[in-house]
């Protein structure tokens, strides 16, 4: 499984972004694709995830303002970011999880968000 994000860049407070997740491969495999983040000097962290039914979850952080979202015939996952503070200002990263007697985690480069005050 391959990941590419793209979409990330310099927002001001109150504004919008959306992330694109591409995910390429054995994509029948895949259980749930989710959305992490790290901001500098942190650990990273769950932001939004999304299963195989379409069942989505969200950190406590994020939930009313950002939205998970796929289109399987693009093979796409979007993370629609709106409200943005400045403590979102992290590096985004798309993750899969694929279960196949074990569980294996897939992991794209990484797409910079930066929320100026």
């Known amino acids: 499984v391959q990941l590419v994000e793209s979409g990330g860049g310099l927002v001001k407070t109150g504004g919008s972004l959306r992330l694109s997740c591409l995910f390429s491969?054995?994509?029948?495999?895949?259980?749930?694709i989710n959305w992490y983040r790290r901001a500098p000097g942190s650990q990273r962290e769950f932001v939004a995830g999304?299963?195989?039914?379409?069942?989505?979850m969200y950190a406590d952080s994020v939930k009313g303002r950002f939205t998970i979202s796929r289109d399987s015939a693009k093979s796409t996952v979007y993370l629609q970011m709106d409200s943005l503070k400045p403590e979102d200002t992290a590096d985004y990263y798309c993750?899969?999880?694929?279960?196949?007697?074990?569980?294996?985690?897939?992991w794209g480069q990484g797409t910079q968000v930066t929320v100026s005050s």
């Open positions: 993750n899969a999880v694929v279960w196949s007697g074990t569980l294996i985690q897939y």
């Open positions: 491969g054995s994509t029948s495999s895949i259980n749930a």
């Open positions: 999304i299963d195989r039914t379409d069942k989505t």
